[in-house]
Nanobody, 121 residues
Framework: QVQLVESGGGLVQPGESLRLSCAAS????????MGWYRQVPGKQRELVAT???????NYEDSVKGRFTISRDNAKNTVYLQMSSLKTEDTAVYYC???????????????WGQGIQVTVSS
């Protein structure tokens, strides 16, 4: 099984920055893609940014130019640098590992427990 541990959330004012980290642990052979999703009450969970093992990235339109995703494949860790934060970015952010292969499972998807990001003046 794969466990995802998120860190780096908190409360900031508009215009400030945060850096989220997510480390995957377990009997991992490889992870095809890692990324971040977010969810607010009453809405569906939405993709924020993902990065494949080859380095291809995908961003939600509203965060392009403000957020940067990066990944350390050797450490099975993904980061999200969040700059110029807006109140609309307030949400619970979830780390995701897609296409994760372990000793017992050839392919599977895993989620972190979620971490709160609050942007407020």
């Amino acid at each position: 099984q794969v466990q995802l541990v998120e860190s780096g959330g908190g409360l900031v004012q508009p215009g400030e920055s945060l850096r989220l980290s997510c480390a995957a642990s377990g009997s991992i052979i490889y992870i095809s893609a890692m990324g971040w999703y977010r969810q607010v009450p009453g809405k569906q969970r939405e993709l924020v940014a993902t990065q494949t093992i080859l380095g291809h990235t995908n961003y939600e339109d509203s965060v392009k130019g403000r957020f940067t995703i990066s990944r350390d494949n050797a450490k099975n860790t993904v980061y999200l640098q969040m700059s110029s934060l807006k109140t609309e970015d307030t949400a619970v952010y979830y780390c995701n590992a897609a296409g994760a292969a372990t000793m017992s499972q050839p392919r599977g998807d895993y989620w972190g427990q979620g971490i709160q990001v609050t942007v407020s003046s």
